[in-house]
């Protein structure tokens, strides 16, 4: 999401994860630790390995929808990383509780408190920042399988429609996929 609404130009290639001959022999010379994603920049003299550090870097080269950090106010920037850390150090363990057959209880009530804190139409307020890009990914699959936008939840709703009328988001939703957290 982050590279598509960044507008900078890009080429991706996708590697089995699993299965016959496993990641491909470039994959592991970028990548030791054999995690996805990762993204080279300036040839391949800067790889970056982890989600949080992908799109902290993205965010600093941005020409497109997705705003540049540094363009960003104090308080802006200060709500992206508030979401940020909600996504990684409460939704990720919350929601896998849920998917595994956990508390839905806790994730309703995480999903209210998140609402709350949506500024709209973006999380954030008018412009699309790297909070709505690591947090889409998220909440669409718990959309998907359990519904956003009952009591409490309304602005997580609208923001959700809002990101799936962003062409550089919609074209980021693939159908088939599987729980990841």
Same mark, same amino acid.
């Given at each position: ?72 106010s104090?308080?802006?920037?200060t ?21 595994? !057959?956990?508390?839905?209880? +806790? *994730? &309703?009530?995480? /999903? ?34 359990y519904?956003i936008? !009952?009591?409490?939840?309304? +602005? *997580? &709703?609208?923001? /959700? ?21």
């Open positions: 999401i982050a590279l598509e609404s960044s507008g900078i130009a890009y080429d991706m290639r996708e590697v089995s994860l699993y299965g016959p001959g496993g990641k491909p022999d470039w994959f592991w010379k970028l990548n030791p630790r054999g995690t996805v994603p990762i993204v080279t920049m300036d040839g391949e003299n800067d790889v970056y390995a982890d989600s949080e550090l992908i799109l902290d870097a993205v965010g600093d080269i941005s020409e497109g929808i997705l705003a540049r950090t540094a363009d960003l104090e308080e802006e920037r709500q992206v990383s508030k979401w940020r850390e909600i996504m990684s150090k409460q939704l990720a363990p919350v929601g896998k509780s849920a998917v595994l !057959g956990g508390s839905m209880p +806790k *994730l &309703r009530s995480l /999903l209210k408190e998140m609402n709350d804190m949506v500024v709209g139409p973006y999380l954030c307020g008018q412009r699309m920042t790297l909070a709505d890009c690591a947090a889409f990914p998220f909440l669409w699959r718990i959309d998907q399988d519904g936008g !009952g009591n409490g939840e309304e +602005k *997580l &709703r609208d923001w /959700l429609d809002v990101c799936l009328k962003t062409e550089t988001i919609k074209s980021t939703v693939v159908r088939s996929w599987w729980w990841w957290w």
